[in-house]
């Protein structure tokens, strides 16, 4: 699989390891030059490719990623892959204020950044990879769904918001991938790390503003959601 045009600038945004770095990998491949941020070094050694690293709650993370976003002389496409997810621990709330803090306020932050140079260009491409869990509250991991739940809905009204600036937003909502955030004991139709890069560059070609994955999941989580709200209502 290739991506439509060569060549290309593309910032990702957690990409140390899992779906971010193969993302990442395949984007070189193609011939993108790519700008990578996360809060671990990099393993990758590409000529078209720079490393920071941030992490995206600290108070710096917006300098960062706007002289990334300068040395690269703007983007083509911005692939937000960071996020994080602990089971509750009643003692350890801070853990679930994380994750909302990364899995939703660093794409926020994220997002200031980049999105006006998309519009200024009046071009652009913003991914952002939520979860399936999107659909409903969790009592195992709050902090996780809610994040997600958020992001989901942030980027469909961003992407309403800016398209007549000519900049196209996409949501990739995926269930369980073969990285270390698959903490669930079962983890049915779980895609590899490698399936899931196809997604997302498949999503970089069509520019959908949903892709869930798996289809078949997708459609079990939509039904077990009603039943979870519910639930959460009693």
Known sequence: MTCAVDKQRAIVVGNSDGIGLAVTRRLLDD???????????????SSGYEHHRADVTDVGYREVLAGALDTLGGVEACIYAAGIGDFFDVDDLAAQTRALEVNLV??????????????????GHVVGLSSLADVAPSAEAPGYAAGKAGLSSYLLGLGG???????????????????KMAKARV????????????????CLRTRAAVVSRPRRMAALARTAGVVLNMRARR
């Open 161 to 179: 918001a800016l398209r007549p600036h000519g900049v196209r937003v996409s949501v990739v909502r995926f269930g369980f991938v073969d990285t």
């Open 106 to 123: 660093g794409a926020a932050r994220t997002m200031e950044v980049v999105v006006p140079s998309m519009a200024r260009a009046g071009a």
């Open 31 to 45: 011939g993108w030059t790519v700008a990578g941020l996360s809060r671990s070094s990099s393993p990758l050694t």
């Open 187 to 202: 983890k049915p139709m779980m895609l590899s790390v490698d399936q899931a890069a196809d997604v997302v560059l498949d």
